[in-house]
Structure formats: structure tokens, C-alpha cells
């Protein structure tokens, strides 16, 4: 939603009636969620021809929240789907960490590294890995927790 701190008046048109209105949003979101009421009543109008305002108006209130509650129901089950896909996700990545801390008795010895160019001392292979892997693992995690909880994911 348009928020603005001002309770600006706009005047808007539904149903043939103009009506002017106060809100904390800016004019044009208000104006756009009028012509979407008025275009509703408009549709209900040439469905059923001649038909009183008020009972156009709750025809097309009902309408629309039959839309919204789909949506919220299709939003739910994103969810529910992505905090799953989340979990699952994480869960192999702890596997990989897991198998590749404690690799199999049966492999070859690793090849000799060759020594750094640099003289800065440097992290053992594994530690990097391990530690971007754990990090993944928490941020998998955290993403589902906040999706579940009805959140957004950053960077999503």
C-alpha cells in the first residue's frame, strides 16, 4: 500500500456517485482501489441489467473478497511450499557438511598441496567450505523460519 502521512481529500466516482475521501495513502492508490470497485459494479451491472446501487455494491463487495481470500489462500500455500523447499534444502546442505567433514575411511590420500605464493598464512581447505556451509545452513534456516512465519526473504 501508498503510504502518506497526509489525510489528503480526493474525490472519486463509483457507481455514478462521487464521493470524497480521506486516507493515509496517496491519491492515486485510492483512486486505483475506487476504479477497481467501480469497474466490479459496473461488470455485476451488465451481468444482471438493471439492478438497485446497494445491492450492485454488496454484489461487488463480496466479489472482491472472494479474490482476496483466494489470494491469501494461494499466498499460504507458497508458504508453506517454500519453507518445505527451505528445509529440504538446508537439511542437504548439513549432509554435504557432514560428509565432507567426515570423509569415507576408503579414499585416497589427499595429493601434496603446493605451497602459497603469498606468505600470509592460509586456512586449511575444509575450514572455508565448512564455514561458508554452516553459514548457508543458518541462512536457509532463518529464511524458513520467516517464511513460515509469514515473512518475506531478503534478496528473494
Known amino acids: 500500500m501508498a503510504k502518506?502521512?497526509?489525510n489528503e481529500p480526493v474525490t472519486i466516482r463509483i457507481g455514478g456517485e462521487?464521493?470524497?475521501?480521506?486516507?493515509?495513502?496517496k491519491p492515486e492508490y485510492t483512486r486505483r482501489c475506487a476504479k477497481l470497485?467501480?469497474?466490479r459494479i459496473s461488470e455485476i451491472r451488465s451481468q444482471l441489467?438493471?439492478?438497485?446501487?446497494?445491492?450492485a455494491a454488496i454484489l461487488a463487495a463480496l466479489?472482491?473478497?472472494?479474490?482476496?481470500?483466494?489470494?491469501?489462500?494461494?499466498?499460504?500455500?507458497?508458504?508453506v511450499s517454500a519453507g518445505a523447499r527451505i528445509e529440504e534444502l538446508a537439511l542437504g546442505l548439513e549432509k554435504a557438511l557432514v560428509e565432507d567433514v567426515?570423509?569415507?575411511v576408503d579414499v585416497d590420500p589427499p595429493v601434496e598441496e603446493v605451497p602459497p605464493i603469498s606468505?600470509?598464512?592460509?586456512?586449511?581447505?575444509?575450514?572455508?567450505?565448512?564455514?561458508a556451509v554452516e553459514a548457508a545452513v543458518e541462512a536457509a534456516v532463518e529464511a524458513a523460519e520467516s517464511v513460515i512465519e509469514g515473512g518475506e526473504v531478503d534478496g528473494v
Open 37 to 39: 470497485v467501480d469497474d
Open 102 to 104: 567426515d570423509p569415507p
Open 49 to 55: 441489467g438493471l439492478i438497485e446501487s446497494y445491492k
Open 63 to 79: 466479489s472482491i473478497t472472494d479474490e482476496l481470500f483466494q489470494a491469501r489462500s494461494e499466498a499460504d500455500d507458497l508458504r
Open 119 to 131: 606468505e600470509e598464512p592460509q586456512l586449511a581447505l575444509d575450514e572455508p567450505r565448512e564455514a
Open 4 to 6: 502518506s502521512s497526509a
Open 18 to 25: 462521487d464521493h470524497t475521501i480521506r486516507a493515509n495513502v
